[in-house]
């Protein structure tokens, strides 16, 4: 885990770092969200022994995971971007300084500084 200067994280925030979770400056995540960077993968029709999946997580500066959140293994939250409480964000966003809501999470919009 790499957290940089400035992070927090609220109570009942699970960091579950199969591989590299990093979060820069400025960071916040909010209560009861759960980052993981790691994934099961199937075998035999079962998905209890199949291999893991390593993949990192990487929240920009200053961004902001409200409450309630899941970042899955590959996400990535870019520099200043926000995403809405309740959200499961499952992939890598290269645009810096939007709103990203839903399951999985979308663009719904940009922040306002």
Known sequence: ???YDNVYLAPNVVVN???KVIL?????IGFNSVIV???HSALNGSFRFGKSVKTPVFVGKGAWVSANCTLTAG???PEGSLLAANSVLTK???EKFVIFGGVPAKKIGTVQD
């Open 24 to 28: 820069e400056d400025e960071v916040m």
């Open 92 to 94: 890598s966003i290269s």
């Open 75 to 77: 996400a990535k939250l």
């Open 1 to 3: 885990m790499f957290f």
């Open 17 to 19: 770092a199969i591989d």
């Open 37 to 39: 960077s790691g994934n």
